[in-house]
């Protein structure tokens, strides 16, 4: 059975860098074509992807953030990660990990994250 | 980066409606176009993957189909659990692209 599950901070201010775990199971990210990708919705709006990791290390990012972002992972302990660093109001947003095989077919539940002075 | 223009915005829909939503991508895809079903409170879901296969346990009653730049995702036979905002991804190229969805709602 395939789970994930992100962690965050919840909240933090404008300026700080966002850190955010992807804890998973069922598969490793050590398998060849897996991978694990991070998406972001701002409450209301639509989605945006933002980054992928695959089993490889390969590592492919969305340049609309402006190299604002690093994706890395633990194989070991099933973990994937994303930072961005320099966060805004703009960044406040429900955060998912998703793994990446033929499209998104698992997501975690998301976590909110709010950006605010 | 590719952008995916996804119509109509939003539906209202009877129970037993077919129902049919585009999307359209700004150069070639391919097939590299997947479909996510996403309900109020809920994480998206893959329903469709490479334009036209149905990802495990998806009713058959979801259909996509296309390739290049125009994609169609349809419901034959709407039912009350299917309302919901329906996305397209283009994964051909990096970034990766969403539609910006289409609200389905009941008349």
């Known amino acids: 059975q395939v789970t994930l599950k992100e962690s965050g901070p919840g909240i933090l201010q404008p300026s700080q860098t966002l850190s955010l775990t992807c804890t998973f199971s069922g598969f490793s990210l050590s398998t060849y074509g897996m991978g694990v990708g991070w998406i972001r919705q701002p409450s209301g709006k639509g989605l945006e992807w933002l980054a992928n990791?695959?089993?490889?290390?390969?590592?492919y990012y969305n340049p609309s953030l402006k190299n604002r972002l690093t994706i890395s992972k633990d194989t070991s302990n099933n973990q994937a990660f994303l930072k961005i660093t320099n966060v805004d109001t703009a960044d406040t947003a429900t955060y998912y990990c998703?793994?990446?095989?033929?499209?998104?077919?698992?997501w975690g539940q998301g976590v909110m994250v709010t950006v605010s002075s | 980066d590719i952008v995916m223009t996804q119509s109509p915005t939003s539906m209202s829909i009877s129970v037993g409606d077919r129902v049919t939503m585009n999307c359209k991508a700004s150069q070639n895809v391919g097939s590299n176009v997947d479909w996510y079903q996403q309900k109020t409170g809920q994480s998206p879901k893959l329903l469709i993957y490479?334009?036209?296969n149905r990802y495990t346990g998806v009713p058959d009653r979801f259909t996509g189909s296309g390739s290049g730049t125009d994609f169609t995702f349809t419901i034959s036979n709407m039912q009350a659990e299917d309302l919901a905002v329906y996305y397209c991804?283009?994964?051909?190229?990096?970034?990766?692209?969403f539609g910006s969805g289409t609200k389905l709602e009941i008349k």
């Open positions: 991804m283009q994964s051909n190229s990096y970034p990766f692209t």
């Open positions: 490479k334009a036209s």
């Open positions: 990791i695959w089993w490889d290390d390969d590592k």
């Open positions: 998703a793994r990446a095989y033929y499209g998104y077919p698992y």
